[in-house]
């Protein structure tokens, strides 16, 4: 962003500016989305927009900042308001929720989805992977008696990237082998199943020497 909004009028400005974007992407497409038709949507001129933003790739940023704090506000209500379940059902909400969301915003998301590989995607990951992170170690100290996982950071780093790479990979090609459902269950199988096996307690691996003469 090429200045930060001070005043209440500015503020709407971005705002609004980042809202119009998302609007182009879900007309338009991605390639289809310029600054012109963004300015146009949000009803400003385009001198406006170059006052907060150094072009598309500067708006697309902002847009997919917001989503994914949109996308941590879809799953607190999913998966918080449903009260004390297990880690599977936790797991399994999880994901449906955010395979529901997807498919929302008159195809957006699925559009952004297609073209990950040429989106600040990481922005995302990290908003998912510390938004994990923090239920992940209430939900544990809440049942310390029953269970126990040691290196937290760590599994929550490759469930949320495997997770996020599986998701993108199956909604942005076509798998008519694969349902949606197959996909989510999976999905929990995977999470569930790696939170929960045991830590060997001496993971290294131990590479022999051939110490014989040559």
């Known amino acids: 962003m090429r200045k930060r909004p001070q005043q209440q009028r500015s503020r709407q400005l971005v705002s609004a500016l980042v809202d119009a974007t998302a609007v182009c992407i879900a007309r338009h497409g991605l390639d289809g989305t310029t600054t012109p038709l963004?300015?146009?949507?949000?009803?400003?001129?385009?001198?406006?927009?170059?006052?907060?933003f150094d072009g598309k790739d500067d708006l697309i940023e902002a847009l997919v900042e917001k989503i994914a704090q949109d996308v941590t506000g879809a799953l607190n209500a999913?998966?918080?308001?449903?009260?004390?379940?297990?880690?599977?059902?936790?797991?399994?909400?999880a994901i449906r929720v955010a395979l529901m969301l997807l498919h929302s915003n008159e195809g957006l998301y699925l559009e952004l989805v297609r073209n990950w590989y040429r989106l600040p995607t990481h922005k995302v990951a990290d908003v998912l992977q510390q938004y994990f992170l923090e239920l992940l170690r209430v939900y544990f100290a809440?049942?310390?008696?029953?269970?126990?996982?040691?290196?937290?950071h760590?599994?929550?780093?490759?469930?949320v990237n495997s997770t996020i790479f599986t998701v993108v990979r199956y909604l942005s090609g076509d798998h008519p082998l694969i349902s949606e459902e197959q996909i989510a269950n999976g999905l929990t199988e995977m999470v569930t199943g790696y939170l929960?096996?045991?830590t060997p307690v001496n993971s290294s691996v131990t590479i022999p020497i051939d110490h014989s003469p040559k």
């Not at 760590?154 to 469930?159: A, E, S």
């Open 196 to 198: 929960l096996t045991p």
């Open 154 to 159: 760590v599994k929550t780093f490759v469930i």
């Open 142 to 152: 809440k049942h310390h008696r029953d269970l126990v996982v040691e290196d937290l």
């Open 78 to 93: 999913g998966v918080r308001a449903s009260g004390n379940m297990k880690l599977e059902d936790m797991a399994r909400t």
């Open 38 to 52: 963004i300015a146009d949507i949000a009803g400003v001129s385009v001198g406006s927009l170059y006052q907060y």
